[in-house]
């Protein structure tokens, strides 16, 4: 059974930054596809980012692109959420999900940010950022 668990959230100024990890346990490393989503109260949980199976290719919203930076360490079965020039806007709490399994680079190209996409999911971290 894969388990996801989030940490690194909390309270931040406009401008600041934030670095969210997530833990993963139970899974083949370098097997499954890892994205970050967020959602705030009364919206559609939206994609952030996500990074292919062996951390070669990587995807952004618009929302987040040249702020936020994703990577993994699949060593240590993590995945980070760089997130810089944070703005209120970016308030929201944030999800780690991941693929059950390898997907095809393509389609996983096209598809990155659809919730459907992913078998697994974490419980979230609080993000707030203040103006």
Not at 4 to 9: D, I, M, P, T, Y
Not at 52 to 67: H, I, P
Not at 83 to 110: F, H, I, Q, V, W
Request: with cysteine; net charge positive; proline share 3%.
């Amino acid at each position: 059974q894969v388990q996801l668990v989030e940490s690194g959230g909390g309270s931040v100024q406009a401008g600041g930054s934030l670095r969210l990890s997530c833990a993963a346990s139970g899974y083949i490393v370098g097997s499954n596809a890892v994205a970050w989503f967020r959602q705030t109260p009364g919206k559609e949980r939206e994609g952030v980012a996500a990074v292919y199976t062996d951390g070669s290719t990587t995807y952004y919203s618009d929302s987040v692109k040249g702020r936020f930076t994703i990577s993994r360490d699949n060593a240590k079965n993590t995945v980070y959420l760089q997130m810089n020039s944070l703005k209120p806007e970016d308030t929201a709490m944030y999800y780690c999900a991941c693929t059950a399994g390898p997907p095809g680079r393509r389609d996983y190209s096209s598809s990155w940010y659809k919730l459907a996409r992913y078998g697994y999911w974490g419980r979230g971290t609080q993000v707030t950022v203040s103006s």
